[in-house]
């Protein structure tokens, strides 16, 4: 594992832990058609939403 500052960043195939989810999550992110932004807009949303800044919540009640 990589320590950055406080912060422990585990590397890829540790986190996937196994070749087939490490491949995949290589292959997603080499994609240029993904964004973080686009990745963050629906968690951004949800966290408005729990705080009432006028987000609105995808999921049901």
Same mark, same amino acid.
């Given at each position: 594992? =990589?320590?950055? *500052? &406080? &912060?422990? +960043?585990?590397?890829?195939?540790?986190? +996937?832990? $196994?070749?087939? !989810? &490490?491949? %995949? %999550?290589? +292959?997603?992110?080499? !994609?240029?058609?993904? !964004?973080?932004? $686009?990745?963050? +807009?629906? =968690?951004?949303? /949800?966290?408005?939403?729990? !705080? *009432? $800044? *006028?987000? &609105? /919540?995808?999921?049901?009640?």
């Amino acid at each position: 594992m =990589h320590k950055s *500052g &406080t &912060t422990w +960043c585990p590397s890829i195939p540790l986190v +996937c832990q $196994d070749w087939a !989810n &490490t491949e %995949a %999550a290589y +292959c997603f992110f080499s !994609n240029e058609w993904v !964004n973080e932004a $686009d990745i963050l +807009c629906g =968690h951004r949303g /949800d966290a408005r939403a729990r !705080n *009432g $800044d *006028g987000g &609105t /919540d995808p999921r049901p009640p």
